[in-house]
């Protein structure tokens, strides 16, 4: 299985979750908003697996529902696919 992720940085709110579940893939950008960092939050590059079940967490503990994951890359696109 592959995992890719992204943040809609237009609902995120900040709240800090996806960083404190998984700093090794989400940070904050200049304005405060989680973006992944392994990809300039682009959506494109393949999670590595040791960090799948974090990403997982994040995903399901988003508040806003702004973490997306999917086993396609989203090419920059939060809104491309549907949730798991």
């Known amino acids: 299985m592959s995992l890719f992720t992204i943040v809609d940085k237009e609902t995120c709110i900040a709240c800090g979750v996806c960083g404190v579940t998984c700093p090794q893939i989400f940070d904050y950008d200049i304005n405060g908003l989680s973006e992944v960092i392994i990809d300039d939050n682009h959506g494109s ?7 799948y079940e974090d990403v997982i967490d994040a995903y399901e503990s988003c508040p806003s ?3 997306k994951i999917s086993e396609k890359p989203f090419h920059g696109n939060p809104k491309k696919y549907e949730r798991l």
């Open 45 to 51: 590059k393949q999670i590595p697996e040791l960090f």
């Open 65 to 67: 529902e702004s973490i």
